[in-house]
């Protein structure tokens, strides 16, 4: 029996954006495991097994629930021992961990500042009245407020992958010579830009910009079969 | 025979301040191995093995020299497959390259600002004059320029350690519940800093400092060993 993954979608329910949910796609790839996604807007999110979880992704194997894409990583590590690894060992587990807090905290909320009004508009009419009502409470302004002027701050986003970037001197992937959760970690809120807003974010001969390319063919060119938007 | 370290030396010939070498001391414990330290001045790095490296650290065990605190930890990695591992896996090895290029590019430009003519003073004489040109030359600025205002940028150095920070919510070391080698990439330049500048960098209830203590504990307290800056 496949796998279901509950996956954040938008208007269009084939667009499937959530960063979080594109950790936990490319983790049940990665693993080969046979997968069905269930497109869901936020407002919808509660109706999960009964509330199970207040976010997505969640996965459904067989019975078992797990919510929070690294949870489902780990989750996959120890029930698929004989798969493809996605930490390579207890340090690839550790560090991964690091790697997930960079992006979280040096990725993330710029990013989101570039593309936030345009993950609203690609929103169903639900969703959209959730997404502007929470986020604006969140950040204390509109959601055009926040996107305003990200032209300028594209510099700054585009420097906050330096680390990154060094790092593309040295292997080709976060893994080393393949890719890990980690790649994926960082791939996520890249593939969330690109499949909900038509801004570029990178140049092209950013080595990042190569990396994510190299992200994108991965598992059969799994990120790449979701269109970016236009 | 014991591992000799080539470790960066202060006009105190007893202060050890390269992050550089830091790490390379700190995997030299890691792994249990026996080592002796042959302090040596900036100006001094050319007479190591004939010319062998412009940089240090440099370790000889036994007539095997090796140069670069990544190569060092790999090699005593694979060199001494027996003892305490620095990496804990494959991945792990990858991921550490992450973090090497994330301390690289995200902690040690802004830390520099903070203490360079702190540095400077600390030199013994012909390093204070190498140093001053090599930096001034590097940066296009004199080292008092570069270090003047610094209180103004002790909130934005300390922002720039928040994925250390949110990881520690998780975990107690980059390595999981022990250290790994990506611990000691980054207490490298915080030790830098304490080793031979009285600039207080972090507060008090800060987890970083918590987890930078943690790191002075290891290994018998060989980092708490060397004396503050005063």
Do not use: N
Not at 6 to 21: E, G
Not at 79 to 87: C, E, K, N, W
Not at 96 to 124: C, G, M, N
Request: aromatic share 10%; with cysteine; charged share 25%.
């Amino acid at each position: 029996m496949s796998i279901i993954l509950y996956d954040l979608c938008a208007r269009d329910q084939s667009r499937r954006f959530s960063p979080h949910c594109w950790k936990a796609r490319m983790a049940l790839a990665h693993k080969g495991l046979a997968f069905e996604t269930r497109g869901t807007p936020f407002t919808r999110i509660k109706e999960i097994a009964e509330g199970f979880s207040p976010t997505v992704p969640v996965i459904d194997d067989g019975g078992t629930l797990v919510r929070d894409s690294f949870d489902i990583a780990l989750y996959l590590e120890d029930a698929y021992p004989d798969r493809p690894s996605l930490f390579q060992g207890e340090g690839g587990r550790s560090e991964a961990r690091f790697v997930e807090s960079w992006a979280l905290t040096a990725v993330h909320p710029p990013l989101l500042s570039l593309i936030i009004k345009d993950i609203h508009d690609r929103l169903d009419q639900p969703d959209q009245a959730y997404f502007r009502a929470s986020r604006e409470k969140r950040f204390g302004r509109t959601l055009e407020d926040m996107q305003a002027g990200r032209d300028e701050r594209l510099d700054a986003f585009r420097a906050a992958l330096q680390p990154l970037r060094l790092m593309l001197a040295k292997q080709p992937f976060i893994g080393g010579d393949g890719p890990l959760f980690a790649d994926y970690v960082v791939f996520g809120p890249l593939q969330w830009a690109r499949v909900i807003s038509p801004f570029a974010l990178l140049v092209e001969d950013d080595p990042v910009a190569a990396w994510f390319d190299r992200c994108l063919d991965l598992h059969g060119g799994l990120g790449r079969a979701m269109p970016a938007a236009a």
